[in-house]
């Protein structure tokens, strides 16, 4: 069987490098790839955790955080979209308070 340790650390340093990159860069659409890779890594902890266990729960949650995922992709992207439409860049630092 597989060990549970090595799971949860491979999961500790994605979510560690999502939160670095979050925290440091400036381009939005990065920053949106460094939060689907911060829930991935929870995706990954819930897989991990509810095999050792032997219930299904984990698995069916991270259905739920893949959902979300989702729509967090759809509507970020759509957000980006719009904001380089209006100020023909996407920095974060732009991006202020949504005056257009």
């Not at 902890?45 to 984990?58: C, E, Q, W």
């Amino acid at each position: 069987m597989e060990n549970l340790n090595s799971y949860l650390i491979v999961s500790a340093i994605l979510f560690s490098i999502g939160t670095i990159g979050v925290l440091t860069r400036k381009n939005a659409i990065v920053i949106f790839m460094c939060v689907e890779l911060m829930l991935n890594a929870v995706n990954l902890t819930f897989v991990a955790l509810s095999r050792h266990l032997g219930n299904l729960d984990g698995q069916i949650f991270v259905f739920f955080v893949m959902t979300v995922a989702a729509a967090e992709a759809a509507v970020g992207l759509a957000l980006m979209i719009a904001f380089y439409n209006n100020k023909e860049s996407i920095d974060v630092e732009d991006i202020n308070i949504m005056k257009w």
